[in-house]
């Protein structure tokens, strides 16, 4: 219903007690756990190494979003401003 509603492609859960952090579970099946892994990037979180979606695909996930938002936006400008300097 999220995603045929509301064209979502993730939902969003919110740690109350640190509200910097939060964890996106993806909806739909091209972004299944394989799918996402292939190129998933393992970072250091308080002595434990998690991966996370690299930061390519997550451009290429925000500009799927349906209609664009202002908050995507941003954040595709930044991923690439951090992209641009890392090469």
Not at 9 to 31: G, I, K, R, S, Y
Not at 35 to 53: C, F, K, S, Y
Request: aromatic content about 6%; proline content about 7%.
């Amino acid at each position: 219903e999220l995603v045929r509603e509301k064209h979502a492609l993730v939902f969003t859960f919110h740690d109350l007690a640190a509200p910097l952090w939060q964890v996106d579970v993806f909806l739909t099946p091209e972004l299944s756990f394989e799918e996402l892994n292939r190129d998933a990037v393992p970072v250091d979180v308080h002595g434990q190494t998690v991966r996370i979606v690299s930061i390519p695909r997550l451009i290429a996930l925000k500009q799927r979003v349906q209609p664009p938002r202002d908050k995507d936006q941003l954040d595709i400008a930044q991923l690439r401003r951090i992209l641009a300097a890392k090469r």
